[in-house]
């Protein structure tokens, strides 16, 4: 029987510094067309103050893990309670993902 050998990675820590491993990557933001006009929220709820409204069509850029839950919200057919954070004209806030391609 023949005996595998096992490969083992070790990071040494070194001044507080992890040395030998790379940093993760940082993602580049996501980009997203509007399927119709969305209110921006102040918050991730659809009684929020609205802070402007992003026309249909226009692709906004967003990051694809800084998701929030909040309210349900019924638009494009869809009811959603996933809202992103954007900046929309140097606005920030938060938009329902179901209007999002």
Do not use: F
């Amino acid at each position: 029987m023949k005996k595998l050998a096992r490969v083992v990675t070790v990071a040494a820590l070194v001044g507080g510094v992890v040395a030998g491993v790379a940093p993760a990557a940082t993602a580049a933001p996501a980009k997203a067309k509007m399927l119709d006009s969305v209110t921006l929220r102040a918050k991730a709820t659809s009684n929020s103050t609205a802070r402007g409204v992003i026309p249909k069509g226009t692709t906004v850029s967003y990051d694809d893990v800084s998701y929030v839950l909040g309210g349900k919200y019924t638009a494009c057919g869809v009811t959603e309670k996933i809202w992103y954070p954007v900046t929309y004209k140097g606005v920030k806030g938060y938009i329902v993902a179901a209007c999002m391609k």
